[in-house]
């Protein structure tokens, strides 16, 4: 894992919480856009070196409607950037990580992503994610 890539936030509404960030950052988000196969929305802001994604459910099915039901809104995921998602997912594997999807899926902002069990990591869903190249 090389750095965060970047901290994922289950909101109730999008268009909502993009006016508070953009409030919060002085900066509307650089790119949004929706991702069918994970049932939801998504905004993504920069701040400094950072990003912050919030996430917005699509469907009541959804990873994200499911958290906001549990827990309400807040952080949601810390993502990590790989090299090779694929050895990098076999590494934790073999490190007795629980990995919720071991074939990557296509996710937001142009990754191939899989996360690790909260179970597994305190209680912190552990996001990880490679460029497409």
């Given at each position: 894992?090389?750095?965060?890539?970047?901290?994922?936030?289950?909101?109730?509404?999008?268009?909502?919480?993009?006016?508070?960030?953009?409030?919060?950052?002085?900066?509307?988000?650089?790119?949004?856009?929706?991702?069918?196969?994970?049932?939801?929305?998504?905004?993504?802001?920069?701040?400094?070196?950072?990003?912050?994604?919030?996430?917005?459910?699509?469907?009541?099915?959804?990873?994200?409607?499911?958290?906001?039901?549990?827990k309400g809104e807040g952080i949601h995921h810390i993502a990590f950037d790989v090299e090779n998602i694929i050895e990098e997912i076999e590494?934790?594997?073999?490190?007795?990580?629980?990995?919720?999807?071991?074939?990557?899926?296509?996710?937001?902002?142009?990754?191939?992503?899989?996360?690790?069990?909260?179970?597994?990591?305190?209680?912190?869903?552990?996001?990880?994610?490679?460029?497409?190249?």
């Amino acid at each position: 894992m090389r750095k965060i890539e970047h901290i994922g936030i289950a909101v109730n509404n999008l268009q909502t919480s993009n006016l508070l960030f953009e409030k919060l950052f002085g900066n509307p988000p650089y790119k949004q856009e929706e991702v069918v196969s994970q049932g939801v929305k998504t905004s993504f802001f920069l701040n400094g070196p950072n990003k912050i994604e919030l996430l917005e459910a699509t469907n009541p099915e959804s990873p994200i409607a499911k958290f906001l039901e549990k827990k309400g809104e807040g952080i949601h995921h810390i993502a990590f950037d790989v090299e090779n998602i694929i050895e990098e997912i076999e590494r934790l594997k073999k490190e007795g990580f629980i990995v919720l999807n071991e074939i990557p899926k296509k996710g937001a902002d142009n990754k191939l992503v899989a996360f690790l069990h909260p179970k597994g990591t305190n209680g912190v869903l552990i996001e990880l994610c490679q460029e497409i190249r």
